[in-house]
């Protein structure tokens, strides 16, 4: 049985001693450094999660460099985004302390991320517009449908406890939004687009949905939005509490798991800009 995604390979071993070392480097130092984390860095560290499945979508288009395009693959993709995320940290880190205003790190992270997403989303559109294949409608849908039931599903848990919400405010609501989206696109992608899906657990769940009653009315991509729903609220519900007693554990851990549903997330919507309009 395959549990790897198909095209996942190791870069040649130059590449990975390069990205390995730079990656543990920059961990040291930002442990040195003592960035100030609280739920807040889980939101500006989002637009980076969503920087790393751009980069790859470059990658499966193929328009990097030779040179270049090992660190931009699967996983390596994972480790390049890392450092750049890390060292633009650690630079903001170092800029804050000499200043003396360490309580801007975290929003200019966010800024810096989102105007680099922006970049590369106007690259991305341009590269479809180059190839005549702009197609801007599905991934303002996954990203809308996404923003909805994210919304919802946070709702329902504020309503069910409320103290789950006041805990997880800001930590929270990404984890849910960053799954939402990843089940939205992926159920889009194999619904609408005809993608065919590269990982095997969402396989499995959408081949388990094809053999239901409802594969020809509502298609097969539901489920696998509803599973990811179901367990990204229900990761926020079991360690609310864990994230206001260590916050700084905590985000770390709800913003690394954000990052596993917004990276392939943001994949699928780059490359739904090249999808057939």
């Known amino acids: ?17 390069v990205l390995l ?15 100030p984390i609280d739920q807040k860095v889980a939101v500006s560290l989002a637009p980076w999660m969503a920087i790393g499945g751009g980069l790859h979508a470059f990658y499966q288009i193929g ?3 030779p040179l270049y395009e090992p660190l931009f693959g699967t996983p390596a993709v994972y480790l390049t985004t890392y450092v750049l995320t890390a ?25 810096i991320g989102t105007a680099v997403l922006v970049v590369l989303l106007v690259m991305m559109i341009a590269q479809s517009v180059r190839e005549g294949q702009l197609s801007p409608v599905w991934p303002a849908v996954s990203i809308i449908v996404a923003l909805v039931v994210a919304a919802l599903t946070v709702l329902a848990v504020s309503l069910w406890r ?22 939205v696109s992926t159920a889009i992608g194999a619904d609408v687009i005809g993608v ?15 053999r239901l009653p409802t594969a020809d009315v509502i298609g097969v991509g539901w489920l696998f939005v509803l599973v990811k729903l179901v367990i990204a609220a229900a990761i926020v519900v079991s360690f609310n509490r864990y994230l206001d007693e260590s916050p700084v554990e905590g985000t ?7 990052a596993v549903g917004l990276g392939p997330a943001a994949n699928n919507v780059f490359l739904f800009f090249l999808s057939s309009p």
């Open 1 to 17: 049985m395959q549990f790897l995604p198909t095209g996942f390979a190791l870069p040649a071993l130059p590449y990975l001693v």
């Open 21 to 35: 070392g730079g990656a543990g480097l920059l961990t040291v130092l930002l442990l040195a450094g003592k960035p």
């Open 63 to 65: 328009v990097y460099p």
């Open 87 to 111: 060292s633009t940290w650690l630079l903001l880190t170092g800029i804050g302390i000499v200043r003396g205003n360490e309580h801007t790190v975290t929003r200019n992270l966010g800024l």
């Open 162 to 183: 409320t103290p789950v919400f006041v805990r997880t405010r800001y930590a929270g609501p990404v984890v849910v939004f960053a799954h939402a989206l990843d089940g």
């Open 196 to 210: 065919t899906e590269r990982t095997p657990i969402p396989r499995l769940i959408m081949d388990l949905a094809g």
């Open 252 to 258: 770390l851990m709800f913003s690394l798991i954000a």
